[in-house]
């Protein structure tokens, strides 16, 4: 079982910035694709970032260039800076891992195994 913990989201003005942090409660990144889903309120959950075992990372086109996925082997986090916030941002945040992830048509999907989910985080921007 992998036990996912984040942290970080708060409340910011349009233009700011925050970092989530995601815990995990055992090694999963060589064999785990890892991944930052965003829930806005009536929206579906939807991927915003992700990186493969290999290193790779993917981002939607609504937060390339202001959001980077990274990952701490050594302190076993996950990390989502997140720069320019607007108030399209606001979400609930979600760090997940699953055996494999890829990106098409400006998706981001994981498939091949079990997901595991963290409880998530709330990150709200106002203009």
């Known amino acids: 079982q992998v036990q996912l913990i984040e942290s970080g989201g708060g409340s910011v003005q349009s233009g700011g910035s925050l970092r989530l942090s995601c815990v995990l409660s055992?090694?999963?990144?060589?064999?785990?694709?890892m991944a930052w889903f965003a829930e806005a309120p009536g929206k579906v959950r939807k991927g915003v970032a992700s990186?493969?075992?290999?290193?790779?990372?993917n981002y939607v086109d609504s937060v390339q260039g202001r959001f980077a996925i990274s990952q701490d082997n050594a302190a076993n986090t996950l990390y989502l800076q997140m720069n320019s916030l607007q108030p399209d941002d606001t979400a609930t945040y979600f760090c997940?891992?699953?055996?494999?992830?890829?990106?098409?048509?400006?998706?981001?999907?994981?498939?091949?195994?079990?997901?595991?989910w963290g409880q998530g985080t709330q990150v709200t921007v106002s203009s």
């Open positions: 997940a891992a699953a055996p494999h992830c890829a990106k098409a048509n400006d998706v981001i999907y994981f498939f091949g195994g079990t997901v595991y």
């Open positions: 990186i493969e075992s290999s290193g790779r990372t």
């Open positions: 055992r090694y999963t990144y060589r064999t785990y694709c």
